[in-house]
């Protein structure tokens, strides 16, 4: 696969959300608003590259049968940096995403990537694997996150666009399962083509 | 009266799929057929409060004295991994048939963020039960921790007998298979809200 | 290819990852520790600015124990107390920190986290006119609970309980303000 094709497979053909399915729990959570969506994708992101870099230098030197604890711990260093990080430069985003930063750790994209291609590619490949999913991933959250918002506040990044309320129940947690199954539908409809 | 206030709590107002997004995965995952969602459900009851139940001993009684806090999501997730395979060796041992049923779900249940996010949400967030806010202390966690995983169960449970009928049922071709359970999920979440103030 | 399954070398890797993700780690959390209790300070700092106008420095948290429940409070000395005052919300804790002038009358009110509603009981942190009604307010001579209550608060439309919740947190704050100044 061609540099560029690793970068880009992560918005349409390997999509994490529409395609592979994976990491429901934030893309879900974290959507109420286009803003929080975006932050969400970003911080996975940030795991995700650098994971996926550490994981494609150690596979050679780590036993099988302990590569996954050696993986999971490797996971959540990055993700406690990234706690400390955000709780120290970030401290109001860090409040916003709250509980949903640390479970980074058992978001299955970044286990799922690090056991389905970092472990068996070179490190500038694992790399641009980790920026093009996690460029999907934000993207994809971003989107949710747009949808959501202009129904469910009538406002696009914060900026609103209707006087008063949008419709609420798409802020909260049934809206984001509904708008997640229609927009599935259609990215399916879309891809058919 | 507060047990009963939690137990309420956990499992309808704030239920852990319908109204948190945790676990959603293994929810999408296994809820095709009604027997593999109870033998999940049963799998992640037991493993949710016996691990809510270490991670809170061991946050009380090594990570906050020695001030390490912030090692939390790492030990924490390590806990919880060897949990998973301590309770899968000891039931093979004990009771094969158990075994038997909930074997293969249990490793799966590592990566179930259910888990580490009911282990997280107890020793960080306050709770208020109709009186002032508090941390939990080791009783109200683990009837917390049952409390929520019972919630999951009946999410799950509920679910896959709705899917069993709809796999049956002429759907679109568009919507078929994760679509259109995402919205039935929707629509369960809707009337879920519906408990929403009663605690 | 990846390194023989046996025992030592299984241990060996494991502990090898383990040490050198809890240095890093203790390394990162050195570097960050202070920015993290300055932007922690900040907040606080920024919510006492709002309660109580005209404080300039950070005052030292002080604690009271009213009616079994332990609250948390700043005396900025001149000015006033700003009681945090937490209660049970529509969706769980409803955190908020009173602003009380030194003669007991209602300086300002902010809530500092919540779980309430968006869009309904979420606007205790944004509806103007409600936040606004409860600045100036004197507890001796209006009664801190919603009009259905059989108080002056106006509610939030469509959000009674929150509503009720608020106000209950600032006549709890008030309870905590007679106390401290009981002796005086």
């Known amino acids: 696969m061609s540099k560029l094709g690793l970068i880009t497979k992560g918005l349409l053909k390997e999509n994490p959300t529409f395609v592979l399915v994976l990491g429901m729990c934030p893309t879900l959570a974290t959507t109420t608003s286009a803003m929080n969506g975006l932050e969400m994708g970003l911080a996975t992101m940030f795991v995700l590259i650098l994971s996926n870099i550490v994981i494609s230098l150690i596979a050679p030197v780590v036993p099988d049968k302990v590569h996954i604890p050696v993986y999971i711990v490797v996971i959540a260093t990055f993700v406690t940096l990234l706690q400390l990080l955000m709780q120290a430069y970030t401290p109001d985003v860090y409040e916003t995403l709250g509980l949903f930063i640390p479970l980074i750790v058992v978001n299955c994209i970044v286990l799922g990537r690090a056991e389905a291609f970092a472990s068996k590619n070179s490190v500038v490949d694992s790399a641009l694997d980790g920026i093009g999913i996690g460029v999907g991933f934000t993207l994809t959250l971003t989107v949710i996150g747009i949808v959501r918002e202009v129904l469910g506040s009538g406002s696009v990044f914060g900026w609103k666009f209707i006087a008063g309320d949008g419709m609420l129940a798409f802020v909260m947690a049934p809206g984001a399962f509904l708008v997640l199954g229609y927009l599935m539908v259609l990215f399916n409809k879309l891809a058919k083509r | 009266m507060e047990f009963l206030l939690i137990i309420v709590s956990a499992i309808f107002v704030n239920n852990i799929v319908l109204a948190q997004f945790l676990g959603v995965c293994p929810f999408m995952g296994v809820s095709n057929k009604l027997s593999t969602a109870t033998g999940m459900s049963g799998a992640v009851c037991f493993v949710i409060t016996l691990a809510t139940v270490v991670t809170y001993l061991i946050n009380k009684f090594f990570l906050v004295p020695l001030g390490l806090t912030f090692l939390q999501t790492i030990a924490f997730i390590l806990v919880i991994a060897a ?36 282990a997280i949400n107890v020793v960080t967030k306050e709770f208020t039960f109709g009186d002032a806010a508090h941390m939990l202390n080791l009783g109200e966690a683990t009837v917390y921790a049952l409390a929520t995983s019972l919630g999951y169960g009946l999410a799950m449970i509920l679910f896959a007998g709705i899917r069993e009928q709809l796999s049956r049922s002429n759907v679109p071709e568009a919507f078929k298979g994760l679509p259109i359970a995402f919205i039935t999920v929707g629509i369960m979440a809707l009337a879920f809200l519906g408990f929403s103030g009663i605690v | 290819m990846a390194a023989e399954s046996n025992l030592k070398n299984m241990a060996l890797s494991l502990t090898v990852v383990c040490l050198v993700c809890s240095a890093l780690l203790g390394g990162v959390y050195a570097v960050t520790a202070e920015p993290i209790r300055k932007a922690e300070e900040a907040k606080v700092a920024a919510s006492i600015a709002r309660v109580l106008p005209g ?26 107390y700003a009681v945090i005052s937490t209660v049970d919300g529509f969706g769980g804790p409803l955190s908020l920190m009173v602003g009380i002038s030194e ?29 606004d009604q409860f600045k100036g307010w004197d507890p001796a001579a209006k009664r801190l609970e919603v009009r259905k209550d059989g108080g002056e608060v106006d509610a939030i439309t469509a959000s009674t309980i929150t509503s009720r919740a608020y106000a209950k947190a600032v006549s709890n704050a008030v309870a905590v303000y007679s106390k401290l100044t009981e002796n005086e």
């Open chain 3, 55 to 80: 404080f300039s420095e950070q005052p030292s948290l002080e604690k009271v124990s009213v009616d079994g429940i332990d609250y948390t409070y700043y005396r900025v000395p001149g000015t006033g």
């Open chain 3, 103 to 131: 003669d007991g009358l209602i300086m300002n009110t902010v809530v500092l986290s919540h779980s309430e509603t968006p869009g309904l009981g979420a606007k205790c942190t944004t509806d103007e006119s409600f936040i």
């Open chain 2, 83 to 118: 949990l998973v395979q301590m309770v899968e060796i000891v039931l093979k041992k004990i009771s094969p048939s158990l075994y038997q049923a909930l074997g293969i779900f249990l490793p799966l249940i590592t990566t179930n963020c259910a888990v580490l996010g009911v």
